[in-house]
């Protein structure tokens, strides 16, 4: 059974340019949360999304950042015009059920933004 | 909101030594604390968890203790060996509802020397 998957692994790009993280959770998973961590730092909750439905973004930016999980394929988390603040690893966690199930985290994806 | 606290930020211990890593919330609502594993370029590992029904869980040479009363938690992991050299982050959450998020703690990079 595979785990959660992210892709891609690193991802840079130049101030301005978009960035497209995906996300695909655990088999017969549908609850899906993105974190964020800048070095040295925890994970701080971004959103929660179950399939075609934002549940929470309380932690995510108001401006420039996006979420989304559709009914086929990953959750996509989309940044537009970065900037270099924006570099960070973007992990995405997902489980099996409503509220809190075990979360289970991907490998992450490495932004920098240049 | 809730807050997470976690010390110390870095803990260094022989080979065979115990260590311990503790926590406190703010949110008395908060009945779920699980416990991750960073290993570096990596996605965080659930190692343990335990909620708030319950004092104490033991996995083998990790255990978790829990003081409700006092909003705050620990791991504890005796016999410690270098392949548990790395940053664990305990976190915090309210179980059920549509809250789904995680409140991480900041880490403590544990090293172990052989």
């Known amino acids: 059974n595979a785990g959660v998957m992210q892709n891609p692994r690193h991802l840079v790009r130049r101030r301005g340019q978009e960035a497209r993280l995906r996300c695909s959770p655990m088999k017969g998973h549908s609850h899906v949360y993105w974190y964020r961590q800048l070095p040295e730092e925890g994970l701080k909750f971004m959103v929660y999304?179950?399939?075609?439905?934002?549940?929470?973004e309380s932690g995510m930016p108001k401006e420039r950042f996006s979420a989304e999980f559709p009914k086929e394929g990953p959750s996509i988390l989309r940044i537009q015009q970065v900037v270099r603040g924006d570099s960070a690893a973007y992990f995405c966690?997902?489980?099996?059920?409503?509220?809190?199930?075990?979360?289970?985290f991907g490998p992450g994806t490495r932004l920098t933004v240049l | 909101g809730e807050n997470v606290e976690q010390h110390p930020s870095t803990l260094s211990v022989q080979e065979g030594d115990s260590a311990v890593i503790k926590c406190t919330y703010s949110?008395?609502?908060?009945?779920?604390f699980p416990w991750y594993k960073q290993e570096l370029g990596k996605g965080p590992q659930l190692i343990i968890d335990?909620?708030?029904?319950?004092g104490e869980k033991k996995d083998q040479r990790i255990a978790v203790t829990l003081n409700k009363t006092a909003k705050h938690f620990s791991l504890h992991i005796t016999e410690t060996q270098p392949e548990d050299s790395a940053v664990y982050f305990c976190a915090a959450s309210i179980e059920g509802g549509s809250q789904g998020n995680l409140i991480f703690g900041k880490g403590t990079k544990l090293s172990v020397k052989p």
């Open positions: 999304l179950q399939k075609e439905n934002i549940i929470d």
């Open positions: 949110d008395s609502a908060s009945n779920y």
């Open positions: 335990i909620r708030s029904n319950v």
């Open positions: 966690a997902s489980s099996l059920g409503a509220g809190i199930d075990e979360q289970f």
